[in-house]
């Protein structure tokens, strides 16, 4: 039901249904995405963590972050938001043995998140700055 | 002079996934004619013909980004002076302070709620298109 252009108080029932379909839709493409995370992660390790790789890597757990968080699956989104951050620490500040080694657990919680993944009620997220 | 109404929007998102949501919750839940670019080339492609009244715009985007996006979409005759919104989760000081160089109306933050989005740009033209009173 919307209360003038642009204004959305409450979704239609038909509304409710496409939003949903489309979630259930991205959820479903979602295991194709962990395997290109996966892939990365092999590309990582066999190519010696060089920046090119880790950059391609970023990008896709990044975009990963930012979807799933828009979509509704929350803990998909922070756990792939905490990947990204390593992505980014291992970007700025080079790649010790030890960092490289947390990549394997954080992967595992994404793995995770996935499993245990439905929709989270969406929540107000940060709204428009100016 | 009084501002139009906003009915058509200019999407310009690189990721898929986000395109789709975006466009549907633009266009089925607000009511607004949208057209979807996934990259520079194709919004400044496209501008003149689809004559946008406002341009939702990612930051970073593989090539050339938002903030070079813009300025080339402003040598466009069509959207030399259309109101842009970036999207973008990088809200650092350092970055919102680029946006308001380049005279963008607002910055909504990544990631957003598909029905908060459309509300959102609703109040932001609201008071854009007053401010013009």
Avoid: N
């Avoid at chain 1, 509704?72 to 990947?83: K, L, M, N, W």
């Amino acid at each position: 039901m919307r209360s003038g252009p642009g204004i959305v108080t409450r979704l239609t029932e038909a509304q409710q249904a496409q939003l949903e379909a489309l979630r259930q839709s991205y959820r479903a493409e979602l295991p194709a995405k962990l395997e290109l995370i996966g892939g990365a992660v092999e590309t990582l390790h066999a190519g010696g963590w060089e920046k090119a790789h880790l950059m391609a890597f970023y990008e896709l757990v990044h975009k990963l972050a930012g979807s799933a968080a828009i979509y509704g699956f929350g803990g998909i989104s922070r756990a792939a938001g905490e990947i990204e951050s390593w992505a980014l620490a291992a970007l700025d500040g080079g790649l010790p043995e030890d960092r490289r080694l947390e990549l394997s657990s954080l992967v595992g919680a994404l793995r995770e998140a996935f499993a245990a993944s439905e929709p989270d009620p969406l929540t107000r997220p940060r709204s428009a700055i100016r | 002079m009084a501002r139009r109404a906003l009915k058509r929007i200019l999407l310009v998102e690189d990721d898929p996934d986000i395109q789709t949501v975006t466009s549907m919750a633009l266009g089925s839940f607000g009511g607004y004619t949208v057209s979807v670019c996934g990259s520079a080339l194709e919004a400044i492609a496209s501008a003149a013909e689809f004559r946008p009244d406002l341009i939702l715009l990612d930051v970073m985007m593989p090539g050339m980004d938002g903030l070079d996006t813009l300025r080339a979409l402003r040598q466009v005759p069509a959207t030399a002076t259309t109101p842009v919104i970036f999207l973008t989760a990088r809200v650092q000081p350092a970055d919102v302070a680029k946006y308001k160089e380049l005279d963008s109306l607002a910055v909504i933050r990544k990631p957003f709620e598909p029905t908060v989005l459309v509300e959102t740009i609703h109040e932001i033209w609201t008071r854009y298109r007053d401010e013009a009173h």
